[in-house]
T-cell receptor
């Protein structure tokens, strides 16, 4: 079945540093990937839609200069949290849409827990 | 705009009893509905989806859901719950299944606790 991986699975960083999270589709091509943020005991909030070879589309209220998204290939999208602050601590989940699926199936990664000290 | 409501924050059920997790939706157009399960510190696992056809959809781990257009509902059910079903469940809706840009909208989630 379709597998999406995320790396790292957890990261702890100091305030002011930048953190990069990778999202990979392991056995399918994904022209579109999505980045979500989830606070404890809450639902997933879509941050941005990552499009291969073009700029990401950000949801309202999400700072594009703070959350940099790069989708350089059909199997990899990266989210970089720049100048991280404690309020950026959260669980970040990516998903990838199978470009060849009849119904554009969307598969989720295992998530990355970011803790900013 | 599309939206999903999961009216119950938590559902408690005894092991072996039937489990129901409620979901209602609001969309303009034909809805495409999904259920996902999330275990602690993990991503979302796909359970089942309704695209078209039979209103009763069977999915993974013995779960099923019934699409009810008149009531705009897509409740998740399992005839006999297991302790291992304890997790966070999300209902999601999407409009325009073949359009690559269309996004999933998630409900707030329902925590299921199955007691031995």
């Amino acid at each position: 079945g379709a597998v999406v991986s995320q790396h790292p699975s957890w990261v702890i960083c100091k305030s002011g540093t930048s953190v990069k999270i990778e999202c990979r589709s392991l056995d399918f091509q994904a022209t579109t990937m999505f980045w979500y943020r989830q606070f404890p005991k809450q639902s997933l909030m879509l941050m941005a839609t990552s499009n291969e070879g073009s700029k990401a589309t950000y949801e309202q209220g999400v700072e594009k200069d703070k959350f940099l998204i790069n989708h350089a290939s059909l199997t990899l999208s990266t989210l970089t949290v720049t100048s991280a602050h404690p309020e950026d601590s959260s669980f970040y989940i990516c998903s990838a849409r199978d470009s060849l699926s009849s119904y554009n199936e969307q598969f989720f990664g295992p998530g990355t827990r970011l803790t900013v000290l | 705009a599309q939206s999903v409501a999961q009216p119950e924050d938590q559902v408690n059920v005894a092991e072996g009893n039937p489990l129901t997790v409620k979901c209602t939706y609001s969309v303009s157009g034909n809805p495409y509905l999904f259920w996902y399960v999330q275990y602690p510190n993990r991503g979302l696992q796909f359970l089942l989806k309704y695209i078209t056809g039979d209103n009763l959809v069977k999915g993974s781990y013995g779960f099923e859901a019934e699409f009810n257009k008149s009531q705009t509902s897509f409740h998740l059910k399992k005839p006999s719950a297991l302790v291992s079903d304890s997790a966070l469940y999300f209902c999601a809706v999407r409009v325009g299944i073949k359009a690559a840009g269309n996004k999933l909208t998630f409900g707030g989630g329902t925590r299921v606790l199955v007691k031995p």
